[in-house]
């Protein structure tokens, strides 16, 4: 494992050095020089890395998402996106470091000597990953550059209209699901996914199907029934084993972002904000804000993995009880409850996608009348308890959670976008982007933005880097006002509710 990421370092190094544009015109089709295979593994590192991290320079999603709380600083649990130049940083990850990445791996690929079915395994691998990257990309920013994102003569590429590249990127993942072949062999090692296991590909890219159509739901649900009934069809994931993740090493630099930023950092810039706490295990808090005995209506099983009991109870509170800090506000460290053991793992896994959440769309699409099979309580209960047991806890905990009344499907409070949304959101921590995103998509649970924050809601999109103003002013300008001047409170085409 340890030679695989020194491969990975290198292979980023080689490609990667400089920040300037001129490096992207550096002639790697010389597979001797660098091979598509390690140019493939850097540019999964590079994007699972930036969906996992959590430095505020670079991915601010659990934030966003009200999950997480700020102690040192607070900027940008009020929304300042700006300071730091954020949106510039998850854009550069995605496009230069992921994306170039993939791009010359195919060119290395393509002009190799490999057996014709081992090559075409190999890119259709590799476009699969580009479908997921760009599918980030645009619900992350609305409309971006496609057609003309990395083609090294056009310095001020276009940007395309969010949803036809959508549409056109479901387009390029049936087709290259397509064209898997599962009697041929593909990148092997070199793939620190699913270690060239084309079935285990085929399942990712059906799942990432599911979850593409599902986000097409509200705004035009003919397609989104039709995409998500061929993806669920053609064979999702069906258990934890099936999830992408990457299991990171114990030796830096190639360990968890998350342990960098909470443990090697030497830092103490993040505690779980009271908005999950509170959901996670309700209860009544008297005048002086102490809970009051008795209160605490039930503990959610992963609660004991996702926070330290580091926080003394009054004594007359005899469970654990966990004290989360005020989203937004400047919040002491040694006053609230930390960050779970497992995150200030080196080894924790880096996930993009996995079974609860394939569940959990499931039981949507059930309720929103597609043809997927079984009853929306089944899914559902089969993402708890997948979610359960992802994160140490056991079958029969998650049917004992799952039995008390807030929770259960068919007694738990709101429609399904309520029941489905809270459970989700529980279920996604650790997983900011996506957290955000469904939050977005479902609209629950209910958050708010902190009092005296940049914007008055919580944002719905990522503003565009600054240097797109200055270095591609006439793609910037074509579209910004489409999303109001540019601002993190216009919502993108699938977000109409």
Known sequence: MKKLYMFVLIAGLMLSCSGELEDMNVNVKNPSSVSGESLFTAAQKNLIDQMSETNVNRNIFRLFAQQWAQTT???????????????????????????????????????????????NNKLQMIEILNVYTYSILVETFGNIPYSEALKIDILAPKYD?????????????????????EGASSFGHTDILYHGDVMAWKKFAHSLK??????LADVNSAKAKSVVESAVSAGVFTGNADNAALAYDRAAPNTNPVYV??????????????TIIDIMQPRTYDAEGKVVAGS????DPRAKAYFASNIDADASVPETVYFGGIYGANNTFANYTHIGARMHEP????????????????????????????????????????????????????????????????????????KIGVQKWIALYNRGYTAWREWRRLDFPKLEAPEGAMVNSVP????????????????????????????????LFWDVN
């Open 296 to 299: 605490v209506k039930y503990t």
């Open 210 to 215: 599911l979850r593409m159509g599902m986000l």
């Open 261 to 274: 930023a909470l443990v090697t950092s030497g830092r103490s810039d993040y505690i779980p904000a009271s």
């Open 347 to 418: 080894t924790n896994p880096g996930v993009i996608l996995d079974y609860a959440e394939v569940e959990f769309l499931l039981a949507e699409a059930v309720e929103r009348g597609y043809s997927v099979g079984g009853s929306a309580e089944s899914h559902y209960n089969k993402a708890v308890t997948a979610s359960v047991e992802f994160w140490g806890g056991t079958a029969d905990e998650a049917e004992a959670y799952l039995a008390i009344p807030e929770i259960a499907y068919s007694t738990a409070e709101g429609g399904y976008k309520q």
């Open 460 to 491: 719905v999109r990522y503003t565009y880097p600054i240097a797109e103003q200055t270095l591609n002013p006439a793609g910037w300008g074509a579209v910004k006002d489409n999303y109001g001047g540019d601002v993190l409170t216009a919502k």
């Open 161 to 181: 209209d969010e949803e036809t590249v959508y549409m056109d990127l479901l387009n390029r993942l049936d087709a290259a699901v397509s064209k898997l072949d």
């Open 73 to 119: 600083y607070t900027d940008e649990s009020n929304y300042d996106v700006i300071n730091r130049n954020i949106p510039e940083q998850h854009w550069s990850e995605l496009y230069r470091f992921t994306l170039k990445n993939l791009e010359q791996s195919t060119i290395a690929i393509t002009e190799s000597n490999d057996i014709e079915s081992v090559k």
